[in-house]
Every structure is written in C-alpha cells, then in structure tokens.
C-alpha cells in the first residue's frame, strides 16, 4: 500500500512539474534548479530519463529515477549529439547547457502536435542539424534548412522547388542566396560562416527554432 501511495506522489509531482513546463518560460519556475550526476536520484532525474528516452537515448525500458551508469551513458550520448562541451558539462554529468536543453524539451513535449505541425516542425529533435552543409550539398538536411530559412521568411523560393512546401534536399544558389541573408541579418554572430552552414549557424538556428516554439 506504501508502495502505490510512494509511485501515486512521485507521479502526481512529474504532472505538477510537466504543468509549469506548459507555462511560458519567463513564467515558470527552473524545473532543474541543480545539476545532477552519478548516485543522484529523484524526481528531476526521472524528468531527466524522460527526455532522454524520448529523444532515444535512454534505452533502459523503465524510468528509475536514478541516475546510474545508463543514466550517465545516455547523457554523454545526448551531449555529443547535440554539440555539448563545455567546462559545466564534462561528459555524462548534466550541467547547465545540458539541462538547458533538457528543459526545453520539456516545453516543447507539452505542445500539442496540431500547434507544432502548425509551425512547419513536428516533434523536432534537438539535435536537427548535426552536420555541416555547403553549395552543392544533397542531403535530408538540407530540406530542414530550406523548411526554417522560409519559416524565418529568408525566403529560398516563391513557388516551385525550395517554396514553402515543397523544399528539396539540394543546396543549390536559392538556398545560398536566402542563407546568406540570414546570415548578414546575424553578422555578429555569424560573419565567419557567410555562404556555409557551419557549427554557429548550426547552433544558432537551432536555438532559434526551439526558442519560437516556446514563445509564439
């Protein structure tokens, strides 16, 4: 009896929480207020293990609210994907970048589908461009970059090939043209990348995506 009243509160508590991830940002309270590593355990854990099986990389088939050595392999997987080096953030112990992105996840999982199809991205992972594109570039990602230049209205096409909706996986002189728009409209960040879809670019438009969807 114990037991079911322990696993009703733990549960009723991630509800509560996942409640004030619905909330605008600004709005709500931290959910993680401390990082957490090897031997921690938890609700926030927990929260934890459930994005990362929802992103795929916590394979064990129960969320166990502790943070053990699948817990840690699983948080180096998800750093690594994701770009995630940094003194705060060795690898498997989530700290602030980590957690960061964690955390918007959580916002993000409490968007219902029909608002985020709405916004021309269906359940994007955050590791949504993990590798580097250029001119003459063919690859999936290519059309992920198409899809967000024209949702950012830097425009690829107005009709046809690299229109909204009908974005292709070639990089070809209409999407250097509207990535080199994009790119002088964030010339202090992204001088350096004029023309090529590097790591700032990468990062930048990623941190773009998922900050729309939290707040529009």
């Known amino acids: 009896m114990l037991f079911r009243i322990f696993f009703a509160a733990h549960f009723l508590f991630i509800a509560l929480i996942l409640s004030q991830a619905s909330m605008p940002h600004d709005a709500s309270a931290e ?79 409490n968007e219902t589908d029909s608002v985020r199809a709405a916004k021309g991205f269906v359940t994007p992972s955050l590791a949504m461009f993990t590798r580097d594109l250029y001119y003459g570039s063919k690859d999936q990602e290519v059309m992920t970059l198409q899809r967000f230049l024209n949702f950012r209205h830097y425009t690829v096409a107005v009709s046809g090939a690299g229109s909204e909706g009908n974005e292709t996986a070639y990089f070809g002189p209409a999407t250097l043209a509207a990535l080199k728009e994009y790119q002088n409209y964030n010339k202090d960040k992204l001088a350096t990348e004029l023309g090529y879809f590097g790591p700032l670019s990468r990062e930048l438009a990623t941190k773009s995506i998922l900050y729309s969807m939290l707040i529009d």
């Open 31 to 109: 959910i993680f207020s401390m990082y957490l590593s090897e031997g921690d355990s938890g609700v926030r854990v927990s929260l934890l293990q459930h994005v990362l099986k929802d992103q795929g990389f916590f394979v064990y088939p129960d969320i166990t609210g502790y943070y053990g050595p699948i817990t840690e392999a699983a948080v180096e997987a998800f750093q690594k994907a994701n770009g995630i080096v940094s003194e705060n953030d060795p690898p498997g112990y989530a700290g602030l970048k980590t957690l960061d992105l964690v955390e918007a996840l959580l916002f993000l999982k």
